[in-house]
Each structure stands twice: as C-alpha cells, then as structure tokens.
C-alpha cells in the first residue's frame, strides 16, 4: 500500500509584535499599490497623500501653461514620482520625446520603470540622473543643441522622499538625520548643525525658513550631535519656550527641518544657476512652468522671470502666481502653498 504524501508544514502569516506595526514598510500599504489599491483610494478621498507617492499638483494648469504638442521636445527638471512627467510623455506622442532628470539614485529607476511599463515607445522617454543645475549640458550631450520646447521644474522635496523615514526628511518617523536629495553626494544634516556656530545657524534659520525664534533655537542647536530625526525633533521642544502649543512646536520643527533641509541640499544656489542658464534650454518660443514652495524659491523665479523679460530673452511672463484651487488644496494639502509661475523664451532665442 502507497504511504500517503508528507503534507506540508502549515505556514503561519507574520505577525507583528503589538498592537500595530512599527515599521514604515508593514504600517502603510499604499507602499504596494498593486497589492492594496482600495486602502490607496481610500488615502486619497481622505485628502492625503498615499506613501511613498506624490500626486501631482497643478497637473491641468501645468498642462495648460506648456501647451505641450505631439512631436515635441519637452524636460521634466525634477522628475520624482513622475506624476507630472507621465502627462507630458503622453501629450508628445507620437515622434516627440520627454528628458525626465533627477539627481535621487534611489527614486529615478522606480519612477523610470513605472513610465516605461506604461507602453510609449521607448526612444520617447531618456533620463539622466543629475541635479537640474546641469540641464544646459544635458541638453548638449542627448543632441538637443537648439533646447526644448517646453520645461517643468517642481521644486522642494518630494513626498517619497519626506514619507521614508531612512532618508530623513521629517520628524514624522524616527529616522536618521540626514535629508540629502541625493545620499552619495554632500554631508548630512546632521553633520550640518554640529558644524555650524550659533551666529551661522540663527542666520540659516532665518533666511531658509522665517524663523522668529531662530536665535533661541540656534543657542540649544548650534554644534550639537544630533544623530536622528526624533532628536532633532525633541531637543527643538525643549528649546522653545514652555508656553507654546503643540501647534506652535511643530511649526518651529517644520521650519527647521525645512531650513537644514535648504541648506543640505544647497537649493537656493542650484536654483539661481539653472534660472541663469535656463533661457539658453529653451528653443525660440519654449515655454517653462516652475512650481515652487516656498517663499525663497518664488521670489527668485519671479526676479529671474522679470529681468528675462526686460532684456529680451523672454517675451512673455505670468503677470502673478497660479495657485491651485480650493477643491485642489481641500483634496491634497501639499497643494496648499504652491505657486506656479511661467515664461516663453523670445523668438530670438539662440542655440546652445
């Protein structure tokens, strides 16, 4: 008589150790979209972003200011979860051609691979990981010497970047300080704060972030080792003065992520070059949107916009900034502070 087959030892499910996980990647699921779409739906008709997403913001009136044609050659300078670039790919079809740059080695082949899988030819889509100040000589190097059609620039940081907690962008989760865009290249935030003095830190608060107690904070912050989010976090508390809020504790922790954050990555300079250089990208009538977060980053685009037009290399400016709707911001909060301004390089634009 045959002996019947060993049957398979019983697997049981993980489980997590109690009450809710701990770890980023078992307590969101909209980390598996594929797998968990009905808990993505539901993040988003809450109003929020699903991690390690980033909707788009603005999408129709990116769209509508760049007036983007089949056959076009149009750059998406900051190309992140690829929300906005995945609508430009699809308006330059057919024969057109989309450059999506990033300078993050650890979201540009994910966002790369999920524009891919959508189906477009694959000579419509090249991507180049480098930081957006180098456009012009990507521009060269890819054989497009006359520039682009159309130019996108999201600026600030995406939502990946600030929803994992590994690459330390927020105080939300405990995580290493460290805040880099790109992690190969710079120092960490926290090797930042431990090398600035008092004078150094207070200025930096103040000029990246509109900090109104900057002094007191730079006196607790300035050369300490601070290693984590979650000490930066706490030592700002305890810095501040005890009447203060909840409400007015996170502000100030925001501002300061927000201020390291500038400086780590050196944002306020990038921007000022790649503004120098941009109307030499641009072919004769190209168009550039620029959505910013941050009173800084506007104003420097509005400055660069207005001498452009009144030496000549562009022909046309927005008259002020677009804001998203009410509908917008009520459905995605990190709509909220965003302005969208635009320019059209003049007809005798010259290559590059």
Request: glycine share 8%; hydrophobic share 40%.
């Amino acid at each position: 008589m045959a002996s019947e087959p060993t049957p398979e030892p019983h697997q049981r499910r993980v489980r997590y150790k109690g009450k809710n996980p701990q770890r980023f990647e078992d307590k969101y699921k909209e980390l598996n979209p594929e797998r968990y779409a009905d808990t993505v739906a539901h993040v988003l008709a809450g109003g929020k972003t699903p991690a390690g997403q980033h909707v788009p913001i603005m999408l129709d009136e990116i769209i509508q200011v760049l007036s983007v044609q089949p056959g076009e050659r149009v750059v998406d300078c900051t190309l992140g979860y690829g929300g906005h670039a995945a609508e430009l790919l699809q308006a330059v079809q057919p024969s057109g051609c989309l450059l999506a740059v990033d300078q993050d080695p650890i979201e540009l082949p994910k966002t790369e691979t999920r524009l891919r899988s959508a189906g477009f030819p694959a000579e419509s889509l090249q991507c180049e990981r480098t930081n957006f100040v180098a456009l012009c000589g990507v521009l060269g190097k890819i054989g497009w010497h006359e520039g682009a059609d159309a130019i996108l620039a999201d600026l600030g940081v995406s939502s990946m970047q600030i929803d994992n907690p590994a690459r330390g962008f927020s105080f939300k989760h405990q995580g290493p300080l460290d805040m880099r865009m790109n992690p190969n290249k710079g120092v960490s935030a926290s090797a930042w704060i431990k090398q600035l003095n008092e004078l150094e830190l207070a200025n930096l608060l103040r000029e990246n972030a509109d900090e109104p107690n900057a002094a007191l904070l730079a006196s607790a912050l300035a050369n300490q080792e601070l290693l984590t989010t979650g000490e930066l976090a706490h030592a700002i508390q305890q810095a501040l003065p005890k009447s203060f809020d909840e409400d007015r504790i996170k502000l100030s922790q925001r501002r300061v992520f927000q201020a390291l954050r500038i400086a780590v990555n050196d944002e306020f300079k990038v921007l000022d070059g790649w503004l120098r250089g941009l109307p030499d990208c641009l072919r004769a009538g190209g168009r550039v949107a620029v959505l910013t977060f941050h009173s800084g980053e506007d104003r420097r685009v509005k400055k660069a916009f207005q001498t452009g037009l009144a030496d000549g290399r562009y022909s046309a400016i927005s008259e002020s900034v677009i804001r998203a709707s009410f509908s917008e911001q009520r459905d995605n909060p990190r709509a909220s502070s965003a302005k969208l301004r635009w320019a059209v390089r003049a007809p005798s634009a010259s290559p590059l």
